[in-house]
């Protein structure tokens, strides 16, 4: 006899709300933190994130939300999860998705939506999800039909970290999250088994011993410790130099005889004419973008080799030789276990290391105020092995990327968009993710305030981060620019700041302001013993752009 269940208890078991679904969905996925800035349009989710294991991380704006969340998936190769309400929310979680696109890294930004009756009639913040999102996202969802919720985020999920991750969108609409629906979590989809075999090695080993001038350009996600330090063993086994993307220069520890230095803004032009010089470029995650090649100029005619696990290459420039579709961790395994020692031919590897051993040394800079030289030189010593720096974007940025080495992976997060604003948020979550790490985040005065509300959510949840705020009281990227364009017309860059640590300590953070870099040791070991964020005031020469050099800085 078929047993009939019809007790209401049992039937609550067997149902739960689309809202709550979506929330057991990203618990069976390992997701352990949700930012967002809580709105009416997706209730029935936050009431189900109520008694979830999933933290979640209350913030003061979308973009942080979104930037937080955009860390997290720089981090631990998982999406990182932002929720935001409709409209004015979306808008504001634009640009964390713009950075996720350009820069492909994982994350999903679930956007609560006005009740589906009401399109079409320009009702209270409505918008066009896939008009705003189409361009900039994997994919852009709408659950319209409730008992999909569980698949829909399952499919989010995979098509995040599938190939060349970013960001994919899901819609929520209202009255959708309420409906009942069979209390069934989707399972985890497997990504795609993309084998190395000893014949893909073969035939690359082949060509890096038929070059003179061989260099790989190792970046992209899905790196991890052991994938590091997997890259390291092939390119000191190999005697290969390895520069990195733009960004992207914690993929190789820094100390490595084989490192040579970061491509992009801030890097030297002797990098650069050693990169334009090579007569092969294995790209390892990494394509041959813009930014990297210095507007497409650089290794244009070198034999180029792609290990990517992206097939469609999106956004390499040219010439192309050797396509492996394999993500760049499984490839660099497999060769250090396979390939044989190669003898370096002539100084082609010790030119680049000791170019970038120069380049990477602080030169004095004198001037009035903080010499952020200084402070650089001091860091190196004061910074632990396994820091974590964050950093958003301008010139300001071109110390930290030029003179903090990185020494594990990951512990760099900068957009490689060029984003304001980041560098706060990406701290927070980075605390979160990493709490036994030290986290210093360096600022550019005009970069703090865009999103250095974030203070309060760093304060809320106990983070110990440092911060540097760079004070040169203006917008020195773009003044840099205007000098160099319209010499003696400086216009639109001015800034006029608060007392960065009198606002640290309003907010319940450790605040200090420095005029000089004489106290900076101790001021910044008063930072790391607070129980709390902390923020270092520096007060820089205001003519201060970017680190003095011997030779040219191509700056953001």
Same mark, same amino acid.
């Given at each position: &006899? ?8 049992? $039937? ?5 709300? %689309? ?7 990203? *618990? ?33 704006? *979308? ?19 932002? &929720? ?50 189409? #361009? ?10 409730? %008992? ?29 999250? /309420?409906? /009942? ?8 989809? +497997? ?18 011993? +038929? !070059? ?8 992209? *996600?899905?790196? $991890?410790?052991? !994938? ?9 086994? @190999? %005697? ?21 230095? &970061? ?40 034999? #180029? ?24 961790? /499984?490839?660099?395994? @497999? ?15 010790? *030119? ?49 990327? @030029? ?16 984003? &304001?604003?980041?560098?706060?948020? %990406? ?30 959510? +760093? ?23 205007? =000098?160099? =364009? ?15 640590? +009198? ?9 200090? @302001? ?43």
């Amino acid at each position: &006899m078929t047993a009939v269940i019809n007790s209401p208890e049992v $039937s609550q078991m067997l149902e739960t709300s %689309a809202g709550h679904l979506i929330v057991r969905q990203l *618990e069976s996925h390992g997701i352990q933190r949700v930012y967002c800035v809580p709105g009416e349009s997706y209730l029935d989710t936050i009431d189900g994130l109520y008694d979830s294991s999933i933290n979640t991380v209350v913030c003061r704006q *979308e973009g942080g939300a979104g930037i937080m969340a955009l860390a997290e998936g720089r981090l631990t190769g998982l999406p990182g999860i932002a &929720m935001v309400t409709r409209g004015p929310g979306a808008a504001n979680s634009m640009i964390a998705v713009h950075t996720a696109w350009q820069d492909g890294t994982p994350m999903i930004l679930f956007v609560g939506l006005i009740p589906t009756v009401q399109r079409g009639h320009e009702a209270f913040q409505e918008f066009s999800l896939e008009g705003w999102f189409g #361009t900039t996202s994997k994919r852009v969802y709408v659950l319209d039909d409730p %008992a999909q919720a569980g698949a829909v985020v399952a499919e989010a999920m995979h098509l995040a970290v599938s190939g060349r991750p970013g960001p994919v969108i899901i819609g929520l609409p209202e009255e959708v999250l /309420r409906e /009942r629906v069979p209390n069934v979590v989707a399972p985890v989809r +497997a990504l795609a088994s993309m084998a190395v075999e000893e014949s893909d090695i073969a035939s690359i080993d082949a060509l890096i011993d +038929a !070059s003179s001038r061989p260099l790989v350009i190792a970046g992209g *996600e899905g790196w $991890s410790v052991d !994938s590091a330090l997997a890259l390291a063993s092939w390119a000191e086994t @190999r %005697a290969l130099p390895v520069a990195t993307d733009f960004r992207s220069y914690d993929v190789l520890d820094n100390s490595s005889s084989a490192y040579v230095g &970061m491509l992009g803004y801030g890097r030297s032009q002797q990098l650069s004419d050693y990169a334009g010089r090579a007569d092969l470029i294995i790209y390892l995650g990494a394509v041959r973008s813009d930014v990297l090649s210095d507007a497409y100029s650089l290794g244009v005619n070198a034999t #180029t080799v792609v290990v990517s696990a992206d097939p469609h290459l999106v956004g390499h420039y040219g010439r192309c030789d050797v396509q492996l579709v394999a993500p760049p961790a /499984r490839f660099v395994k @497999r060769a250090s276990e396979i390939s044989e020692p190669r003898k370096d031919k002539g100084d082609w590897l010790a *030119e680049g290391r000791a170019a970038w051993v120069e380049y990477s040394t602080p030169l004095r800079d004198g001037g009035t105020g903080v010499d952020l030289s200084q402070v650089m030189e001091q860091l190196q010593a004061l910074l632990p092995a396994d820091a974590i720096v964050t950093y958003g974007a301008g010139n300001h940025a071109i110390w930290p990327q @030029r003179f903090l080495p990185a020494r594990i992976y990951p512990s760099v997060i900068g957009p490689k968009n060029g984003a &304001m604003g980041v560098g706060i948020p %990406a701290a927070v979550a980075a605390a979160l993710v990493f709490p036994a790490r030290q986290v210093l985040s360096v600022a550019g005065d005009g970069c703090f305030l865009m999103n250095g509300q974030e203070l309060s959510t +760093a304060v809320s949840q106990g983070t110990n981060i440092v911060i540097l705020i760079v004070d040169n009281s203006c917008y020195g990227t773009i003044r840099q620019h205007q =000098e160099r =364009e319209y010499p003696g017309r400086p216009s639109a860059t001015e800034l006029n700041n608060p007392d960065f640590a +009198a606002l640290a300590r309003a907010y319940g953070a450790f605040g200090v @302001r420095l005029e000089s870099a004489e106290g900076f040791a101790d001021a910044y070991m008063q930072a790391t013993a607070f129980e709390g964020p902390a923020v270092i005031h520096l007060i820089v020469d205001s003519s201060t752009r970017g680190p003095a050099i011997s030779r040219e800085n191509v700056t953001e």
